[in-house]
């Protein structure tokens, strides 16, 4: 095979590899957006979920401000974090997992109080290096679809962890969505619920005159409101890490596109360049066949 068709075969290569970054740098972008108004659509029913907790804050605090609700012996931690399955999406799985671990040891808590629930393979493979090892894997959702029962099989989990591990503080880990490529890794504690900002929130004054009223048991509204609380935290998380994850991808396929840009103009120029050497080296050719051909004529 010439020089020339080696070439152009690279050139072939890199172009078609320039079209798939190109499309998966368009995917990313879509998924970016689908998953932002996920998290745009919970901050209405977060609200709802507020006024609730307020009412029954005014109404009954006692329910929610009770000091068994915080318990202060030994602490059985429960973490969540939210990672990925697939690749090419740079240090998102590393970012989250040194966060993660940082914080866990500014907890002083050993590892045998500690139970790990990891969402996506890969994050899981790299915490077992590290030698923390997850209790349940959970594989990532691949559509807003997917992230309701991902969510609904991680609640089922640590309720059974409270049951019957005593788990008695749930921490979630994810990576949170910025804007355009950024992303950063954060925490948030969803069990048991803050206490200083229940306290900060009974002291809020009521925006009307009337306060609303409830009709069902104070514990039973408290139990409810707790679990969307619950529920809501754990689907922004997973949200936030979604749209993260493609945040992290588009960067990761914009240093692609650009280095597959930089190759394919040296692919290019060194194919004209050959291109050149050759058609000089045929016409070259061309020349002294014809001066030897005239020497003959002179000759005869």
């Not at 996920?38 to 009954?60: C, F, Q």
């Not at 000091?67 to 969540?80: A, E, R």
């Amino acid at each position: 095979m010439s020089n020339l068709e080696i070439f152009k075969r690279k050139i072939d290569t890199a172009e078609d590899l320039q079209s798939v970054v190109k499309t998966m740098k368009a995917l990313a972008a879509v998924s970016i957006r689908q998953y932002e108004k996920a998290v745009t659509s919970l901050e209405t029913y977060d609200k709802t979920l507020e006024m609730g907790l307020h009412i029954l804050l005014k109404r009954d605090p006692q329910v929610l401000l009770n000091p068994s609700n915080y318990q202060t012996g030994k602490q059985q931690l429960g973490v969540v974090i939210f990672g990925s399955d697939q690749g090419m999406c740079g240090q998102f799985n590393e970012r989250i997992s040194n966060y993660t671990l940082e914080h866990i040891e500014t907890l002083n808590v050993s590892k045998n109080d500690l139970t790990l629930l990891t969402i996506g393979l890969r994050l899981a493979d790299r915490l077992e290096n590290l030698d923390y090892n997850s209790e349940a894997i959970l594989t990532v959702p691949s559509s807003i679809e997917g992230i309701t029962n991902t969510i609904q099989e991680t609640v089922l989990i640590l309720e059974q962890w409270r049951q019957q591990k005593g788990i008695n503080k749930i921490i979630v880990f994810h990576n949170d969505f910025i804007s355009g490529s950024t992303y950063y890794p954060r925490y948030v504690q969803i069990f048991p619920l803050n206490l200083e900002r229940l306290q900060n929130l009974k002291q809020k004054p009521w925006n009307s005159r009337t306060l609303p009223n409830f009709t069902m048991p104070s514990a039973q509204l408290a139990s409810a409101l707790f679990k969307q609380h619950f529920f809501v935290s754990l689907y922004r998380a997973c949200a936030e890490s979604l749209a993260s994850e493609n945040a992290s991808r588009l960067a990761s396929m914009q240093v692609a596109e650009k280095n597959i840009k930089e190759r394919l103009m040296e692919l290019k120029n060194e194919f004209q360049h050959q291109r050149q050497t050759s058609i000089t080296e045929e016409l070259l050719d061309i020349v002294s066949g014809f001066e030897a051909l005239a020497q003959e004529v002179d000759k005869s």
